[in-house]
């Protein structure tokens, strides 16, 4: 279903528990496409942004030749960033209202 209007279109959590178990990805496809990985855990993500991106593992800019200046690529983690605080909060309002 596609929704009209998204608020971070082309943001998305990823997994990988054979290869990676215990981590979580966020793959960011717009400019500056990134894909980012650290270890999942409630420290991590409740926590500052700052904590958030000295705990993140790796960083890989998906376009090497051309990925932005260094404030385009401090605002696409702060985008990240506040995706993933608000993707707990919505799997917590969802799983708290099945309960």
């Known amino acids: ?3 009209e209007n998204p608020k971070y279109p082309g943001i998305y959590l990823a997994e990988n528990i054979i290869d990676y178990h ?4 966020i ?7 990134c894909f980012i990985w650290f ?15 000295d ?12 990925s932005g200046s ?7 983690l702060i985008e990240m960033w506040n995706f993933l605080c608000e993707e707990e ?5 969802l799983y708290g209202e099945l309960e």
């Open 70 to 76: 260094n404030r385009d690529k401090e605002l696409a």
């Open 1 to 3: 279903m596609k929704k």
């Open 22 to 25: 215990g981590q979580i990805g």
């Open 55 to 66: 705990r993140i593992a790796h960083i890989n800019w998906l376009d090497p030749s051309n």
């Open 39 to 53: 270890d999942q855990d409630a420290d991590s993500i409740y926590c500052s942004y700052d904590e958030f991106k």
């Open 89 to 93: 909060r919505e799997e917590e309002r």
């Open 27 to 33: 793959i960011r496809l717009s400019f500056p496409r």
